[in-house]
Structures are given as C-alpha cells and as structure tokens.
C-alpha cells in the first residue's frame, strides 16, 4: 500500500540552527510531493510542492524541499529557523495523473523552535 | 485571500447521536474532501467530490458516513451514528489545479 514516512516526530532547536525533516514514500509512478504546516490553531497551510521539473523547489518562508526520484524522498529543509517556525510539519503525496487524488500523509513532525 | 471555513470547530455529542459537519469550499474550487485525523495517528482520507458525486472513498467511509453539497456553497459530512471510535480532528479541503487547501478542522469528540 502506498505510505508516507516521516523520520522525525518531535525536532527541538534553537533559533538560527539549520532544521532538515525527512519524508519518505512508498510508490513508484507518478507522485506529486507536498509539504504542508500548520501553526499552534490555525489550519494547514500548503508550504511547498513539488510536481515536476527542478526537483529543487522552494517554498514560503525561507523553506525548501528536494525530491530525490532515486530514493523515494522529499526531504524539507531551512538554513536557520526562527522562533515563529514552530509548528506541526506534514508530508503528504498524491499519486498518479490527474488533479482529483486524495492526499496520503504521513505522521507528521513537531517542531519546537527556542528563542 | 479566499479560506476554507469549517463550522463548528468543535462538537459534543453522545454515542449513537447524528452529526453534520459543516464546511464552506473556496468559491472556485470544484473539488471537495474530508480527512480525519484521530490523536496520534496520520490525517486519513475520507473521501473525494466532484460534480455532486463522490469520486473516491476510503474503506472508513462505511455506510454511517455521507456526504453532500445541499446549496452549490457548503459541503457536509453526516454521520449517522456516532460511535466513540468516531472522535477526531475532521479537516474539510477543496483544491484547484492540484493543490487542496484546508479549513481549520472540526473536533468531534463522541462520549
């Protein structure tokens, strides 16, 4: 079955540390690759994705992700973190063509950033 | 900027109860959603909506679970009677060119 896996469940750092978070999926078609957040109450935002082209995609605030077709990864990454960053941090993909698919997340990661 | 609005964001109710989840989809949007996320566990789908028809379903969407978009602006998540396995975060989306974008989620919580 095709699965998410996020490597890290609760990341500590303290402000201006690099932060990288790992996704794995298990499918071997066509993915499309997300990276979506979402701050203490407030709903999930989309913070970047990648469909095709440069697997080196950059997102907003400062965030970017590589997809690496070869090892079934998306990993997210940010040079220096901010107290503001901290938050919930989802993988999700969709697989095959067309614009209807349902996301498949993984567990996500909790991220606490100190000042 | 245009939002996914989820009401109520949280909701009581009784084992056995009815409950309708309310979500207002971006105005554009033709492609609608539910997930669930129950604590602890991975954002699992629900189920997909196209054209005033379900287009996908997971194996959680059972009979007790339906869906509808009764007035071309909300689209609702009926649960016919709640079992406590039922409580969760239940998060409504609705996407445009690939991308679905999330209401701030509803949490059910069945006693």
């Known amino acids: 079955a095709q699965s998410v896996s996020q490597h890290n469940h609760h990341v500590i750092l303290s402000e201006a540390a690099s932060l990288e978070l790992g996704c794995n999926y298990s499918y071997g078609g066509t993915v499309n690759l997300f990276w979506y957040v979402q701050y203490p109450g407030q709903h999930l935002q989309l913070l970047l994705k990648y469909f095709s082209g440069d697997p080196l995609v950059k997102g907003i605030k400062g965030f970017e992700a590589e997809f690496i077709k070869s090892k079934f990864s998306f990993n997210l990454r940010k040079p220096s973190v901010q107290w503001s960053d901290t938050a919930e941090y989802f993988c999700?993909?969709?697989?095959?063509?067309?614009?209807?698919?349902?996301?498949?997340w993984g567990l996500g990661t909790s991220l606490a950033v100190n000042p | 900027e245009p939002e996914v609005t989820q009401t109520p964001s949280h909701q009581v109710t009784q084992m056995g109860q009815e409950v309708i989840l309310r979500c207002v989809p971006i105005s554009n949007h033709l492609y609608f959603y539910w997930y669930r996320q129950i604590l602890g566990q991975k954002v699992e789908f629900l189920v997909s909506f196209y054209n005033n028809e379900i287009s996908e379903k997971s194996e959680i969407f059972d009979d007790q679970f339906s869906v509808e978009r009764p007035d071309g602006s909300n689209f609702t998540l009926k649960i016919r009677s709640t079992k406590l396995e039922d409580s969760a975060m239940y998060f409504c989306?609705?996407?445009?060119?690939?991308?679905?974008?999330f209401g701030a989620g509803t949490r059910l919580s069945v006693l």
């Open positions: 989306a609705s996407s445009e060119e690939g991308i679905q974008y």
């Open positions: 999700a993909v969709t697989t095959g063509a067309g614009n209807n698919r349902k996301l498949i």
